[in-house]
């Protein structure tokens, strides 16, 4: 059974820096993409934030490239999202997601997603 279980949010002032958990299990490591959806007050999906294919290789959406950094650690069943220069406009319920497919995540769908950590970017 995948459990994906997302820590770390919380209220931070712009220009701040956050780093999100996920422990994740349940699934094969090393045939799965992982990485981390958005969904900000007011829309209706979800958004892609970055992800992380089995093999390593990362993709950031445009908005966060440059300030948010995501690594996996499958030693220890952790999925890491650093934020750095954090903007108001990043303030959302954040999600661990988990798929077969690198290209399925960058696509915006996900086999998996946990319960979410919110963010607020805020003076």
């Known amino acids: 059974q995948v459990q994906l279980v997302e820590s770390g949010g919380g209220l931070v002032h712009p220009g701040g820096s956050l780093r999100l958990s996920c422990a994740a299990s349940g699934f094969d490591w090393d045939f799965s993409a992982i990485g981390w959806f958005r969904q900000a007050p007011g829309d209706e999906r979800e958004g892609v934030v970055c992800?992380?294919?089995?093999?390593?290789?990362?993709y950031c959406a445009d908005s966060v490239k440059g300030r948010f950094t995501i690594s996996r650690d499958s030693a220890k069943s952790m999925v890491y999202l650093q934020m750095n220069n954090l903007k108001p406009e990043d303030t959302a319920i954040y999600y661990c997601?988990?798929?077969?497919?690198?290209?399925?995540?960058?696509?915006?769908?996900?086999?998996?997603r946990g319960q979410g950590t919110q963010v607020t970017v805020s003076s």
């Open positions: 992800v992380s294919s089995a093999d390593a290789v990362t």
């Open positions: 997601v988990v798929d077969r497919s690198y290209y399925a995540l960058i696509g915006g769908t996900s086999d998996y």
